[in-house]
């Protein structure tokens, strides 16, 4: 297991309990642990009309299931299989006619501070008027988009809008290189892609509609007959005739009504590329009504959201983070949202606190790594701590992509939350669909460090490699052993790679695998009441990186290094611990030339910096990049993984070497060139 062996330690001796208040109790949904539990009891004594009778209260059904759950063809569960629904309708037409349709749906907040506003009913509108763009084009319910777009109201009624119409949208982080899109675009099979000319973070214009030119050039975008640009700036770009056109062309003369397509609950609602133990990234396909389901169900259970709410999730909607609790969520709730241009040192490290203080946030739903970055920043610069803004709007924090390390968490705590309010340290994954382990605000005693207890009905548990049950108190892999309806439905185009990566034989082949390492305590933290066990998520298991709560495959960037063809012969990617992205990315390197040294070795971990970053993008660019005459290997040619991450992480190597090939490499790439 490959995670921060630092926070580990600290989580394992970690015995500070943070009950709720009897206000926060008495004023929560699920009000205290008994009400937790009674929920848990009711899936427990009939798991399918528990999900039914959620499904019926929170989803609004154009024609209602009869059967819940589907497992005829296990793994590949269907939930609700015979209902018929529209996402957006679901986001949007639900409100109107309520008190919720004159209320503000989206706060947006330009990189430059400036601020605009729009209601639920003008959202609909603008997601209609979208949606009869998209017709225009030919594109039907079926067709995939993939979306290259900043954040900004234009993505989500671009995300809206597909939904509308029963296209399936695949989101792209604004951050991935040409060839990361092209590929994307390639096996979605992709009609049409929606992006923006530029995007502005921190002061800076970014192009996004030349990467997406450049990308569909690197070839095989064949099916590309769109591209819709929104121009975020005034600045000029290249456009191909008959294939481009403005947003604001599109949607000449469209009429702002736009009827719902009805879809059955299985049809795809999105695809979202994600990073695997092998090179290629995995298209994780989602359903429509489980999926919808989970993201107003976790808003209520989680955030506890309330009509006077004002929700904030600093994800991008690049990530899955930014699908459920940005483009649906938020909305399906009928809940006020800030969405933010930037980032959070632009103009300085004080940007969140002053935007929760100027928008009067009330739930705010973060990564560890920010909270790092600003903690850091407001050590060293006492104008950009949180005290010197009014963050008493809060009510409850939250936390997601990675484990937060107490230290953060108490900060976090104290200094943003004002002791006031409840941290939910949120646990799932791409493939979960939306939160499935986490504290309720109302009923779960926190500890820091710890994602607490499953969502009730969630089957959370730890086992062994053959999938047996491992006792409370020692690791295992985490595992959710009944299909839940927000789950992973296939990887797009590949379902072997689906039921190889996350239903493996030996455990049975109908249970889910994670892909994390986990503990759960012998019982409940001392003195809280509750005498449930805690899980504790102790990093993958497999060979995906978490950089900045940003998820990463070792493989695929291993693919991009030796891509370089004229120079790079071998490499091995591996991740370290870091105080501030939570892990880091470490490369070894073998070039085809001879060892480099001093200026020379520099350089050309430079070069290949910033070639992985074309690859890729900048977000993979590794940290260290070490070179060698060879990588460690076995006898049979095997790189030994574990010897580079002890190398990474500076560490005495006290491992076995004997099957070692060649022991003294090692010494050459603990040397720091
Ligand atoms: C990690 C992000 C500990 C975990 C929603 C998981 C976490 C991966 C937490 C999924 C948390 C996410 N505590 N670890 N609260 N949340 N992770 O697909 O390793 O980008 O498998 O989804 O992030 O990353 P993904």
């Known amino acids: 297991m490959n995670a921060p062996s630092s926070a580990i330690e600290s989580v394992l001796v970690e015995n500070r309990v943070f009950p709720p208040s009897a206000a926060t109790v008495a004023a929560a949904r699920i009000a205290g642990m008994p009400a937790y539990e009674a929920l848990c009891a009711e899936a427990a004594r009939d798991y399918e009309g528990f999900w039914a009778r959620l499904a019926r209260d929170n989803v609004r059904w154009i024609e209602p299931f009869t059967r819940t759950l589907d497992e005829s063809s296990a793994p590949f569960y269907k939930w609700f299989d015979d209902g018929v629904l529209n996402a957006s309708a679901n986001c949007l037409d639900r409100h109107i006619g309520t008190p919720v349709e004159h209320k503000t749906a989206i706060v947006f907040e330009a990189d430059d501070g400036a601020v605009t506003r729009v209601t639920y009913r003008e959202l609909l509108a603008r997601v209609s008027q979208f949606a009869n ?31 509308r119409i029963g296209a399936t949208h695949s989101v792209v982080f604004g951050g991935f290189s040409a060839k990361a899109l092209q590929e994307r675009i390639v096996d979605a099979g992709a009609v049409a892609v929606i992006t923006a000319s530029y995007q502005m973070r921190g002061g800076k214009e970014l192009p996004l509609k030349a990467i997406v030119d450049e990308g569909i050039a690197l070839g095989g975008c064949e099916s590309v007959k769109t591209v819709l640009v929104h121009e975020r700036t005034a600045s000029a770009w290249n456009r191909v005739a008959g294939r481009d056109q403005t947003f604001v062309e599109a949607l000449q003369d469209r009429s702002t009504e736009c009827a719902p397509e009805p879809v059955g609950a299985e049809h795809p609602l999105f695809i979202l590329y994600t990073s695997g133990s092998t090179g290629r990234p995995k298209g994780v396909q989602h359903s429509t009504g489980g999926y919808l389901l989970w993201a107003k169900l976790t808003m209520d259970w989680t955030f506890d959201i309330r009509p006077g709410d004002v929700f904030w ?77 009014n963050l008493s709007s809060l009510r409850i924090l939250g936390s997601v992509g990675e484990p937060i390390n107490p230290e953060a968490w108490m900060w976090y705590y104290t200094h943003v939350g004002g002791e006031r309010c409840p941290i939910v340290d949120t646990f799932w994954q791409t493939e979960t669909g939306g939160h499935v382990i986490t504290p309720l605000p109302g009923a779960t005693p926190l500890v820091p460090g710890s994602c607490t207890l499953p969502l009730p009905g969630i089957m959370a548990a730890i086992v062994d490699e053959t999938g047996h049950d491992i006792p409370d108190g020692a690791g295992g892999m985490l595992v959710i052993k009944r299909p839940w309806p927000s789950m992973i439905r296939t990887i797009w185009g590949d379902p072997d790679r689906f039921v190889k990566s996350y239903f493996p034989e030996e455990m049975g082949g109908t249970i889910y695998l994670a892909g994390d390492g986990a503990v759960r305590s012998a019982g409940g933290p001392a003195g809280s009441g509750v005498d449930r066990g805690y899980f504790r998520i102790t990093g993958r298991i497999d060979d995906v990186l978490n950089v900045s709560g940003h998820r990463m495959g070792t493989m695929e960037i291993e693919s991009a290094l030796v891509a370089k063809t004229d120079l790079v012969a071998e490499a091995a990617v591996v991740g370290r611990p870091d105080d501030l992205t939570g892990e880091a990315i470490c490369a070894f390197v073998v070039l085809k030339r001879a060892r480099p040294t001093g200026e020379e070795a520099r350089q050309i971990a430079n070069e290949l910096r910033n070639w992985v970053a074309k690859e890729i993008g900048p977000i993979a660019k590794p940290k260290d990049i070490r070179f060698g005459d060879n990588l460690p290997k076995t006898r049979s040619g095997k790189i030994m993984r574990r010897l580079l991450r002890s190398i990474a992480r500076g560490e005495q190597i006290t491992q076995d070497t004997s099957t070692l090939e060649n022991p003294a490499i090692l010494d050459q790439l603990g040397q720091t060139n």
């Open 133 to 163: 763009a998209l017709k225009a084009r030919g594109i039907r319910k079926g067709d995939r988009v993939v979306i290259y777009m900043p954040m900004g109201v234009e993505g989500v009624v671009a995300m809206q809008a597909c939904a």
């Open 313 to 389: 999730c600093t994800a991008d909607i690049g990530w899955i983070t930014g699908h459920t609790y940005v483009a649906y969520g938020p909305l399906a709730a009928g809940a006020t949202q800030v969405i933010f241009e930037g980032v959070p040192t632009y103009p300085n490290a004080g940007r969140f606190w002053q935007m929760i203080e100027r928008h009067q946030v009330s739930v705010f739903y973060t990564a560890p790594t920010a909270i790092r970055s600003l903690i850091k920043a407001a050590d060293s610069d006492a104008a950009v701590h949180p005290r010197n803004w």
